[in-house]
């Protein structure tokens, strides 16, 4: 993973419950509307396959990497189908030192402030403040008055309408799972949807983004 080109377009999306005949066109459907990153998450059946396909698939057009990783093994596993960062629910610690000690970058899970330290402190790319949406946007501008140093990505509960707030109140990323890789889309294969939601997403970055680089002038 490139954590630069990530930082570009910090927007992750999260892929869980998909099938086999269904990544390809996700794939296509992701790089179609402008996303850059997707996680497939290892307590989805076959997962390694799903990651050594989305690989294969996306070339270099997308960054894949592995999510709700517990364990090294998951995680060997993860790597050897290709993934290319890891993701966790929480902080797995010897998740963490294999990552660290191999370069590769991590998202562990978070959510409170001890929780957060402890997990930037152990090495993290970013931590995940999961589920954000519990706490909202303004969570996140108190945990960077003392921690301004440690990136945050906010995952649970990010909206295209509500993203402003999360960067604006210190988020370094955003997160989206279910609410665009819906069930009775993904059964349906309704790729469409898929991808106008995803667009909505990235759209709704490079908006921020402008905003945020206007407003510093």
Known sequence: MDVEK??????LGIMRGVDIESVEPLVETSVSAGLKTIEITMNTRGAAALIAKAVSSAGKRLMVGAGTVLSVKSLEIAMDAGATFIVTPVLVEDVMKYC??????????????????????????????????????????EIKGP?????????????????????????????????????EWLKSK????????????????????????????
């Open 6 to 11: 990530f930082k570009r377009l910090p927007v």
């Open 190 to 217: 309704d790729f469409k949807s898929i991808g106008e939601a995803i667009g909505r997403y990235v759209t709704g970055f490079n908006k921020v983004a402008l905003d945020l680089t206007e407003s510093k002038r």
């Open 100 to 141: 660290v000690k191999n370069k590769i970058p991590v998202f562990p899970g978070a959510l409170s402030v001890q929780e957060i330290y402890n997990a930037w402190n152990a090495g993290a790319t970013m931590v995940k403040v999961f589920p954000s949406g519990s706490f909202g946007p303004k969570y996140f501008k």
């Open 147 to 183: 921690f301004n140093d440690i990136d945050l990505l906010a995952c649970g509960g990010v909206t295209p309408e509500n993203m402003k707030e999360y960067f604006t109140c210190g988020a370094g990323a955003v997160a989206f799972g279910e609410s665009v890789f819906k069930r």
